[in-house]
């Protein structure tokens, strides 16, 4: 009886290979990737969204930055760049993708 009941728990038990090997190693691979995306991708997303709409608001008299580093106040807006003028009164005239973003007088941090 022993033999019989040893042959019934083998034949119940699941393969040791197949599906369940290919999945396992795969679980990990994508709770990487889910926490990489809502921690790292869908910020940026946000962030370039929010960026795209201010460039796409800007007026003449806005004071901008450049992702140069320049900062200057919008002089003539066009379809896609901007005349803008900085402080020792040159004019610039750059491409809408330049704009980093708006330029506050406040200093951040220290």
């Known amino acids: 009886m022993t033999f019989a ?4 728990l083998q034949q119940a038990s699941p393969p040791t290979g ?5 999945i396992g190693p795969l679980v990990p691979m994508l709770l990487v ?5 809502f921690l790292i991708l869908m910020p940026q997303r946000r962030k370039q969204r929010a960026l795209q709409e201010t460039i796409a608001q800007l007026k003449a008299g806005d004071r901008i930055i450049t992702s140069g580093g320049i900062i200057a106040t919008v002089t003539v807006v066009r379809d896609a760049s901007l005349l803008i003028r900085t402080a ?3 004019i610039l005239e750059v ?3 330049a704009v980093a973003g708006l330029h506050t007088d406040e ?3 220290v």
């Open 18 to 22: 197949g599906a369940g090997s290919f």
């Open 95 to 97: 491409s809408r993708a």
């Open 107 to 109: 200093p951040k941090g």
């Open 88 to 90: 020792d009164k040159s």
């Open 5 to 8: 009941f040893a042959f019934l």
């Open 33 to 37: 990737f889910a926490v990489f995306y």
